[in-house]
């Protein structure tokens, strides 16, 4: 069965900071893995998308990896902004071709 | 393409009455995911269809709850008999088997049972 967990559950940082969440799974025989970020009360967004064959993704701040062998994605933020304040949620596949299943979230708020 | 539609955004319903919401999905996928997610935790999996056949349910889904997609394209998710415990944002998601691009979930109807 696969679980999902992410470390930490709500961190607080100043503007500015590079910062790195942490998302763990049990079963490494995931196909691809994707992060998430959730405003209070919206839906989700995607910000990456890591293929098992892939390392890493980037998208502009954003920077995610992924180690299979280990069970452990990276999602890195560069020089971080108050605009990044959210919940960020990684997930990834049940099994092969059906659902995701995600971890509870890290709560990120970036002081000014 | 405007991403994945879902209608109401908020409901607030009294115990005891029927609710549906509805899901548009983005036009070139072929799969559709409904997941419930309650406050501080991670969306949690309820169901999903490929195109008009419901592929999986979860245990979480009691009799109270059904979802249909009966042309393959938008679907709907009722919750008959609601009561308190059901009080959530349900969110939808789709994605294609072929592309590959992963999902992409609408904005969520948060539901309120008084």
């Known amino acids: 069965k696969q679980e999902v967990t992410q470390i930490p559950a709500a961190l607080s940082v100043p503007e500015g900071e590079n910062l790195v969440l942490n998302c763990s799974f049990t079963?490494?025989?995931?196909?691809?893995l994707q992060w998430f970020r959730q405003d209070p009360g919206k839906g989700l967004t995607s910000l990456l998308l890591?293929?098992?064959?892939?390392r890493e993704q980037t998208s502009g701040r954003l920077n995610a990896s992924l180690d299979k062998s280990s069970g452990r994605s990276t999602l890195y933020i560069a020089a971080s902004q108050p605009g990044d304040s959210a919940t960020y949620l990684c997930?990834?596949?049940?099994?092969?071709?059906?659902?995701?299943?995600f971890g509870s979230g890290t709560r990120l708020s970036i002081r000014p | 393409d405007t991403g994945v539609s879902q209608d109401p955004r908020h409901k607030i319903t009294k115990r005891g009455q029927n609710v549906t919401f509805r899901c548009d999905p983005i036009?070139?996928?072929?799969?559709l995911y409904w997941y419930r997610q309650t406050l501080g935790q991670g969306p949690e999996f309820l169901t999903y269809?490929?195109?008009?056949?419901?592929?999986?349910k979860s245990r979480l889904l009691s009799d109270r709850f059904s979802a249909e997609r009966p042309k393959g394209s938008f679907s709907t998710l009722e919750i008959q008999r609601t009561e308190q415990g059901d009080s959530a944002m349900y969110l939808c998601?789709?994605?294609?088997?072929?592309?590959?691009?992963?999902?992409?979930f609408g904005s969520g109807t948060r539901l309120t049972v008084v």
């Open positions: 998601a789709s994605s294609s088997v072929t592309r590959g691009d992963g999902y992409t």
């Open positions: 079963d490494s025989a995931i196909y691809n």
């Open positions: 890591i293929q098992s064959s892939q």
């Open positions: 997930a990834v596949p049940y099994s092969s071709a059906s659902k995701i299943i």
């Open positions: 036009s070139e996928h072929n799969r």
């Open positions: 269809f490929q195109n008009e056949a419901q592929l999986e």
